[in-house]
């Protein structure tokens, strides 16, 4: 499985856009990208996921550069709620990486009032 | 909705007593998983099973067994609990293999 970098911590002011960057360079042609968010000890939330192209649903929006080797998950306007550690995974759809979520250390957003 | 329900929420054992945590999902996925989480780090895939009738090893298989039950429920058992075992356990569940996990709310492990 490709393996993916992250800052270990970032800050976002109440009301502002929070991007949280992840490198993922040795991603497969088949692997896709997936960001899940997990708030104090609760289990992991989905958040978004896509292949090549760029994804928006109610909660995020996904872009992926075109070579595919990073990617950032945007929340349009962060509220206090959104304070979580997040994730980003590469995760494939067959073979020997079928299904699995590989989880580091993720990202911990803090979003401040 | 309930979605992914993991029963019991919190338990305690002595070293070497036996344990089945149980997962069950209401989301008709053909794919369930365990997880265990560890102080301050992320997950590790414990075991999986892609469809009803089969079970891989994942990451951290050693000391555990488990079970799909039928497509619903899908168990984790601890035969001889070890301190080392003391852990989150996240129980998952998705419709395919490459669409998104879908997790329960922990069963929070101690073993002493």
């Known amino acids: 499985d490709a393996k993916t970098t992250q800052p270990p911590s970032m800050d976002c002011a109440e009301g502002r856009a929070a991007n949280l960057p992840c490198n993922h360079s040795?991603?497969?042609?088949?692997?896709?990208v997936y960001w899940y968010r997990q708030i104090h000890s609760q289990g992991p939330q989905y958040i978004i996921h896509?292949?090549?192209n760029n994804e928006t649903n109610e909660m995020a929006s996904l872009i992926i550069t075109e070579d595919r080797k990073s990617s950032t998950l945007i929340l349009p306007h962060a509220t206090l709620r959104d304070t979580a550690v997040y994730y980003c995974?590469?995760?494939?759809?067959?073979?020997?990486?079928?299904?699995?979520?590989?989880f580091g250390q993720g990202t911990i957003l803090t979003v401040h009032p | 909705n309930a979605g992914v329900t993991q029963t019991p929420k919190f338990q305690v054992l002595k070293t070497g007593q036996s344990m089945t945590l149980q997962c069950a999902q209401d989301?008709?996925?053909?794919?369930m998983y365990w997880y265990r989480q560890d102080p301050g780090m992320g997950l590790r895939l414990i075991y999986y099973?892609?469809?009803?009738?089969?079970?891989d090893k994942g990451e951290v298989p050693n000391g555990y067994n488990v079970s799909r039950l039928n497509k619903r429920e899908f168990s984790l058992r601890l035969e001889s609990a070890a301190p080392s075992q003391t852990s989150v356990y996240f129980c998952?569940?998705?419709?395919?293999?490459?669409?998104?996990?879908?997790f329960g709310d922990g069963t929070r492990l101690s073993i002493l």
């Open positions: 998952a569940s998705s419709g395919a293999a490459n669409q998104p996990q879908h």
């Open positions: 040795t991603i497969s042609g088949n692997e896709y």
């Open positions: 896509g292949l090549k």
């Open positions: 995974i590469v995760s494939g759809a067959g073979g020997t990486s079928y299904g699995k979520l590989t």
């Open positions: 989301m008709n996925h053909n794919s």
């Open positions: 099973s892609a469809s009803e009738g089969t079970t």
